[in-house]
């Protein structure tokens, strides 16, 4: 398979390092062709793999034209969009009209009611590309939205869970926390600054059975979740997240009541994006400063230390996964399935820091499924339409490998860690 790699940024530059790594003869990737808008940096990353598989281009990711262009000169079997969610659309339309398949790790954006942000549902994340699973089909192409870590590889923990773990499944609540510090910054952001705006500050979407979706304020209803150790004990909050939009829409006819997502975001990064929200600096919107005509969340970005850049000032752990509530054998049951990362390891293992290196090697599964025929389908389709075993049984040979805990009813963790490995 030839892959079109668009984005060389933090997640970007992972993703080809661990296709190179766990493919190192070729198997199943032929080529790929790393692009980004800054060319050197497309030429650094193909250049550092020491892999004559990988080459660089430079691309513009918001010109449809300049992606078909690009994945026509190459003859690229799929599309892999490792940029910011504001790309998605020109990239994933690209894929569509040039017959590719295409795989994204966010959905495209949301837009919030501008009457009532925070009592009215508005264009939800995803509902652009869900519209366009028609086209897809009769075209008999296949696009995978949400294959990073969350969503992605806790969607195939969803599904994992409900053909092995659970008869019955009533909540699927995603949480997300870590301990990790950057020496020598008070604040740093571990993941895309623009994404992590967006998120963080659009009102959190909740489902639930009986309302639907519903929208709730920013950075509400905190709760101490107990994570696998060294992690331990963190406060999580609402955060918008696509998992929220994508599992209601397989597992409701499955009994599903609940879906939520929730992530650690430190007190004082909280206060740091309301500040930025009060000042206008959240905004995406051009300004106009001294003439030049800015937008004031890429600048916020662009004087931010850049995620990719950190890793070796990074320290600790981050622990992303899936609290499973439901029945089993007519008892209720409830379980943590989880991924833990250390720093330092993901560092030493493929030169990415923690949160981006946890995000990638989803992807590159999932590219290695589709290529061997494994995953196959047309549509749009998120990670829990397709079987989950073939995806587990590779986390461990990726190097990260998943982890469960059973919950005991006071909401503690029993700490009794069940490795999730092949052969199940």
């Known amino acids: 398979m030839k892959v079109l790699l668009v984005g060389a940024g933090g997640v970007g530059s992972a993703i080809a390092s661990v296709a190179a790594k766990n493919d190192p003869k070729g198997e199943w990737l032929e080529g790929m062709l790393v692009s980004d808008y800054n060319l050197k940096r497309a030429e650094n990353v193909a250049a550092g793999l020491r892999d004559d598989r990988f080459t660089a281009e430079k691309i513009d990711a918001g010109s449809k034209d300049e992606v078909k262009r690009l994945a026509q000169k190459y003859g690229a079997d799929l599309i892999m969009n490792a940029c910011d969610p504001v790309f998605n659309m020109p990239i994933f339309e690209a894929a569509y009209e040039c017959g590719c398949k295409y795989i994204d790790m966010a959905m495209s954006l949301s837009e919030r009611d501008e009457k009532d942000p925070y009592g009215t549902v508005g264009l939800k994340l995803g509902d652009l590309q869900y519209a366009k699973d028609e086209d897809w089909k009769k075209k008999g192409l296949l696009a995978i939205c949400g294959s990073g870590v969350e969503p992605g590889m806790v969607n195939v923990f969803a599904r994992y869970a409900d053909d092995h773990l659970f008869d019955e499944i009533h909540e699927l609540n995603v949480r997300d926390a870590d301990n990790l510090e950057v020496e020598g910054l008070d604040i740093a952001f571990g993941f895309s600054i623009w994404t992590t705006i967006e998120e963080c500050l659009n009102p959190p979407v909740i489902w639930e059975k009986e309302r639907g979706w519903y929208v709730t304020e920013s950075f509400s209803e905190p709760e101490v979740f107990r994570f696998p150790e060294p992690v331990g004990d963190r406060e999580v909050i609402n955060v918008e997240h696509e998992e929220v939009i994508m599992l ?3 597992f409701a006819e499955k009994g599903l009541k609940r879906a939520t997502f929730k992530f650690g975001v430190g007190r004082d990064m909280r206060r740091v994006l309301k ?56 008892k209720e049951r409830s379980v943590y399935m989880y991924q833990l990362v250390d720093n330092e390891e993901c560092m030493k293992l493929y030169g990415s820091q923690a949160v981006v290196a946890q995000t990638a090697f989803n992807p590159v599964i999932m590219m290695e499924l589709i290529a061997k025929g494994i995953w196959k389908g047309s549509g749009v389709l998120g990670p829990e339409n397709f079987p989950s075993e073939p995806f587990m049984a590779r986390m461990e040979s990726y190097n990260f490998p998943a982890g469960m805990m059973e919950m005991d009813s006071e909401y503690k963790s029993a700490m009794d860690q069940e490795s999730l490995k092949s052969g199940f």
Do not use: F
Not at 279 to 285: I, N, P, S
Not at 303 to 330: E, F
């Open 248 to 250: 209601p829409r397989y």
């Open 275 to 330: 500040t930025l929200e009060a000042l206008g600096l959240d905004r995406t919107e051009k300004v106009s400063v001294k003439g030049v005509e800015v937008s004031p969340r890429d600048v916020v970005a662009a004087c931010s230390p850049d995620p990719a850049l950190i890793g070796d000032r990074m320290k600790g752990q981050l622990s992303a996964g899936l609290w499973v509530k439901g029945l089993k054998d007519g």
